[in-house]
């Protein structure tokens, strides 16, 4: 499976962006997708995830509201809205890609991971 993140970019406190992950090869029927970032200086973190079949979303607290995370089954894509973003939303965004069909915030149940997309909010 690989994975390609695009979307990222410069945004201002208050705007939205959208990042866009493309899962390609053999990606079966049942699996879950998922972000994660991480900022300079931290440890990386969930962000949301979803269940493929299912669609059912999962959001980090510190995101719940104001990101939202959807799925395109058609182009295998799955995107995260980022509304009402904040400066500590500052961060490298990695899509992440698991064979189990529920999605986790657990890292090391995804096997397979994007090349991530750099966001920064101004202020």
């Known amino acids: 499976v690989q994975l390609q993140a695009s979307g990222g970019g410069l945004v201002q406190v208050g705007g939205s962006l959208r990042l866009s992950c493309e899962a390609s090869g053999r990606t079966s029927s049942s699996y879950a997708m998922a972000w994660f970032r991480q900022a300079p200086g931290k440890e990386r973190e969930f962000v949301a995830g979803?269940?493929?079949?299912?669609?059912?979303?999962y959001y980090a607290n510190s995101v719940k509201g104001r990101f939202i995370i959807s799925r395109d089954s058609a182009k295998n894509t799955v995107n995260l809205q980022m509304n009402s973003p904040k400066p500590e939303d500052t961060a490298l965004y990695s899509c992440?890609?698991?064979?189990?069909?529920?999605?986790?915030?657990?890292?090391?149940?995804?096997?397979?991971w994007g090349q991530g997309t750099l966001v920064t909010v101004s202020s």
């Open positions: 979803i269940s493929w079949r299912s669609g059912t979303a």
């Open positions: 992440a890609f698991s064979l189990g069909g529920w999605a986790t915030d657990e890292p090391s149940r995804y096997s397979y």
